[in-house]
């Protein structure tokens, strides 16, 4: 079963608009962790933060964590063409027990942003 | 540093044959996995390797799916015999680390598509 539910499915923008990707997740988790797919080709890392981290930085991408409302976000600033692809959020549950840190995906957001 | 290499890309076979992927993925990483992406969906978990142990294999249609890493390097996943329901992109990822505390790195994937 899914663990994350992203929201919007779909997001269509204008270059230079931000872009911005909400996931709800379910049980106790490790690490929260945001992937960009383009079409055709495999998933690519874009940041990872941890259950006691409540937002964290990359070039233009910011992700917000709430663990108490188990809800994270992704914002894309100043989106370009080429951030054109599908995002997905991915949940690593608790290492203790059995889990080994499985990843869960959620059925991620299609973003489009038009030149 | 060279990244995770699958092959083939694409597959067409009929239903009841049998197919096999092989991945290799990228040196010095202990754990790898494979996933099932369904088109609109996310990648959901077939099967998790550290170095040549199975750790995670709930998610594994045993009837029909195996998945095996010699030597712990390369991996092969097969399907035998192949149902129209096994159409799907199936792709591969490794990490560092087991518990989900480092980024899943991806291969580009194979699409099969069963007549």
């Known amino acids: 079963s899914q663990q994350g539910e992203e929201d919007p499915q779909a997001l269509s923008i204008q270059e230079g608009e931000n872009a911005t990707m909400n996931c709800s997740y379910k049980?106790?988790?490790?690490?929260l962790q945001w992937y960009r797919q383009n079409s055709g080709r495999g998933l690519v890392h874009l940041i990872l933060i941890r259950s006691n981290e409540r937002e964290k930085h990359s070039g233009r991408l910011r992700v917000t964590l709430d663990t108490s409302k188990k809800s994270s976000s992704l914002l894309i600033t100043a989106s370009r063409a080429a951030d054109t692809a599908s995002y997905f959020c991915?949940?690593?549950?608790?290492?203790?027990?059995?889990?080994?840190?499985?990843?869960?995906f959620g059925q991620g957001t299609i973003l489009t942003v038009h030149p | 540093e060279a990244g995770v290499a699958q092959s083939p890309r694409y597959k067409i076979i009929e239903k009841r044959q049998s197919v096999a992927f092989w991945c290799n993925p990228i040196s010095g990483h202990a754990t790898l996995y494979w996933y099932q992406q369904i088109l609109g969906q996310g990648p959901k978990l077939l099967i998790q390797f550290q170095n040549n142990g199975v750790v995670d294999d709930s998610q594994l249609p045993k009837d029909r799916f195996s998945a095996e890493r010699l030597k712990g390097v390369d991996s092969t996943l097969k399907i035998q015999p192949a149902k129209l329901e096994d159409s799907a992109v199936y792709l591969c990822a490794s990490s560092l680390d087991i518990v989900g505390n480092q980024p899943q790195h991806f291969g580009d994937g194979t699409r099969l598509s069963i007549l």
């Open positions: 991915a949940t690593a549950a608790d290492a203790g027990g059995t889990s080994y840190g499985k990843l869960t």
């Open positions: 049980t106790s988790i490790n690490n």
